[in-house]
């Protein structure tokens, strides 16, 4: 690059290219399979249950959530292929609820969704049918419609206008909740369609291409619970309970941590490193005590 050579100099620093993909996986591969208690499944009645170690890593699949999701086939060390993505990931939750409310932070937009009841914009299934349809599998809780209620203030608005009256003054205590959504409330809502839109087309790639395991990263996770026990849900119910959703500790670092391994000696940091390193220092004070004494002899 054209920065190269100059950043090199004035920072004393050399760089070394690679491609973005292969830092993540890396990073992915050193997290699941050498650092203990890391990878997890998350759900709201087991949160943070840790996966054990497995021998048999691949194949499996990569969903990294940043501004949009890519989704990665990986068969091998460096043998990956992208299977698929999204456009809508943590960018458009982002952008939306700028323009929603007056967040300007993704942690202040995910503080609020923790705040909100999406039951109050989105339209469930029990507000179709009164109650859960199980002839589908489909609880009243489920979202039949993601701001499907928000036709209603519309409704209203006409209504009021017609009369020549504004939106503070709704005719009933009914069009008076109708007339103002929370901004938690849509937050919350957001959050969910996304996460939810993400979940399925996962699994369908995991379907379409006979993986089992599905590994969850990037910034938009960010250990958010709401996040983690959506994305949890949708692989548990199109795979009919026979997929897990699997989160790491450190989601947000795979690509950092990638670049920095790429740059370390065979076997740096791995397990037992720092056990080894521990048997080295006492071998080396060992010898030295040794020759101290030796010294020290008439």
């Known amino acids: ?81 992208r299977v698929g993505g999204t456009s809508l990931g943590g960018g458009t939750f982002w952008g939306i609820l700028s323009l929603l409310t007056g967040a300007r932070t993704f942690d202040e937009m995910l503080k609020m969704a923790e705040a909100g009841d999406n039951s109050g914009v989105d339209m469930l299934v029990g507000d179709i049918y009164g109650t859960g349809y199980s002839k589908i599998g ?44 929370r901004v938690e409330d849509m937050s919350r809502s957001l959050l969910f369609a996304i996460s939810n839109n993400i979940g399925q087309i996962a699994y369908l790639q995991s379907e379409k291409h006979a993986l089992q395991h599905i590994y969850f990263g990037g910034s938009f996770i960010r250990g958010h619970t709401q996040t983690m ?8 119910f199109w795979s009919k309970g026979e997929k897990q959703a699997y989160f790491l500790r450190h989601e947000g670092y795979l690509g950092a941590v990638g670049a920095f391994l790429k740059r370390q000696p065979k076997n740096w940091g791995r397990r037992n490193s720092l056990e080894d390193a521990g048997f080295q220092r006492v071998a080396t004070s060992r010898e030295q005590v040794n020759a101290s004494t030796n010294k020290a002899e008439p």
């Open 1 to 81: 690059m054209k920065w190269n050579a100059s950043s090199s100099v004035r920072l004393s620093t050399e760089f070394v290219h690679g491609k973005c993909t292969d830092f993540h996986l890396s990073g992915l591969d050193f997290f699941i399979t050498e650092i203990p208690r890391e990878v997890f499944t998350y759900s709201e009645e087991e949160p943070m249950q840790f996966a054990e170690a497995r021998a048999d890593v691949y194949p499996y699949l990569l969903v990294n959530i940043g501004s949009g999701v890519s989704m990665v086939k990986v068969s091998g060390p460096r043998q990956y292929e």
């Open 138 to 181: 489909l609880k009243s809780t489920t979202i039949a419609s993601t701001f499907g209620k928000v036709f209603k203030m519309k409704r209203v608005a006409e209504r009021n206008a017609e009369d020549g009256e504004g939106l503070s003054h709704a005719d009933s205590e009914d069009d008076a909740e109708l007339a103002g959504f």
């Open 229 to 236: 026990n959506t994305l949890s849900y949708a692989i548990k």
